[in-house]
């Protein structure tokens, strides 16, 4: 059974920094592009970034880029999200998700998501 579970989220002050996990079971990691995604209340789900399988492509957000950073490790089945330099604006659920093909910044084509983490920035 395929399972992604995120960790890591919490309540920080903007300027901070939070990293999330995602911790994958039930198949081949490796072979999955991962994103992760946020929703604040009363918003679209939205793309924050993708890496790929091999961690080779890694799309950015504009209004995270240069702040965020996605990473893998294949031998640990996890993926992960550092966060500095929060702002209240990134207050939000975020989700990591996978799909078998490349990446994409589109929500609709991933194939398998977690239950989100919490991230709360206050100013």
């Known amino acids: 059974q395929v399972q992604l579970v995120e960790s890591g989220g919490g309540l920080v002050q903007a300027g901070g920094s939070l990293r999330l996990s995602c911790a994958a079971s039930g198949r081949t990691f490796s072979d999955y592009a991962m994103g992760w995604f946020r929703q604040a209340p009363g918003k679209e789900r939205e793309f924050v970034a993708a890496?790929?399988?091999?961690?080779?492509?890694?799309p950015y957000a504009d209004s995270v880029k240069g702040r965020f950073t996605i990473s893998r490790d294949n031998a640990k089945n996890t993926g992960y999200l550092q966060m500095n330099s929060l702002k209240p604006e990134d207050t939000a659920v975020y989700y990591c998700a996978e799909r078998l093909l490349l990446t994409t910044t589109q929500a609709k084509r991933y194939d398998y998501w977690g239950q989100g983490t919490q991230v709360t920035v206050s100013s």
């Open positions: 890496i790929s399988q091999s961690g080779d492509n890694t």
